[in-house]
């Protein structure tokens, strides 16, 4: 049994559909013709993006955001000492 990835748009109708109905999840996603876990799976994604959680694409550029705010904090210290060192030297 393969793995298909259904486009995001798809995911948020179905979601939507599930919330705004009153039948059974695992009702809809046969309907859908798509698996309950999956269905369950994309109401608790869009569940925790609408409580504040980042989607995969955000979640990625926090993570290369915060590694590039490490380098630059480590550029600046050295080029602080740096600074300090070269103050020296001229005053001697």
Known sequence: MGTHRYPEEFRREAVELYRRSDRPRVEIARSLGIADGSLAAWVKEFDARDEGGL????????????????????????????????????TR
């Open 55 to 90: 989607d995969e694409d955000e979640r990625a550029e926090l993570i290369r955001l915060r590694k590039e705010l490490a380098e630059v904090k480590e550029e600046r210290e050295i080029l602080r000492k740096a600074a300090q060192y070269f103050a020296k030297e001229t």
